[in-house]
Nanobody, 118 residues
Framework: QVQLVESGGGLVQAGGSLRLSCAAS????????MGWYRQAPGKQRELVAR???????NCADSVKGRFTISRDNAKNTVYLQMNSLKPEDTAVYYC????????????WGQGTQVTVSS
C-alpha cells in the first residue's frame, strides 16, 4: 500500500508563490512516475505536471514558465513550485503516483486546496 500526503496549499494573492510537497510512503517512489493534477469547482481533473523516475518532466501549457515539478528520491518527495500564480490556478491539487510491478498501480493523495485571490 502506498500513501501520498500533500502539503503546502493555502491562500495567496495573484502574482505570489507556493510550493506544494507530496511525501510518499513505501519503497516504490524511485520507480514511480509522479504527477500533480488539479480540479477546480465544476471542472474535470487535469494534469498540471509530471516527472518520471528518470527525471523527465512535462507540464500543461497553462503553467509553462510558471510551475516547476521536481523530486527528491532520497526523501520520497515530489514538489511543485508555483510562481506568478493567477486566480485561475485556484483548485484542489492532487498528487499522483504511477508505477508498474507486473501490473499498473495508480495512487492518489487526498488533495490540498490552493486559492489565489485577485
Amino acid at each position: 500500500q502506498v500513501q501520498l500526503v500533500e502539503s503546502g496549499g493555502g491562500l495567496v494573492q495573484a502574482g505570489g508563490s507556493l510550493r506544494l510537497s507530496c511525501a510518499a510512503s513505501g519503497s516504490i517512489f524511485s520507480i514511480a512516475t509522479m504527477g500533480w493534477y488539479r480540479q477546480a469547482p465544476g471542472k474535470q481533473r487535469e494534469l498540471v505536471a509530471r516527472i518520471t523516475n528518470n527525471g523527465n518532466t512535462n507540464c500543461a501549457d497553462s503553467v509553462k514558465g510558471r510551475f516547476t515539478i521536481s523530486r527528491d528520491n532520497a526523501k520520497n518527495t515530489v514538489y511543485l513550485q508555483m510562481n506568478s500564480l493567477k486566480p485561475e490556478d485556484t483548485a484542489v491539487y492532487y498528487c499522483n503516483a504511477i508505477f508498474w510491478v507486473a501490473v499498473r498501480y495508480d495512487y492518489w493523495g487526498q488533495g490540498t486546496q490552493v486559492t489565489v485571490s485577485s
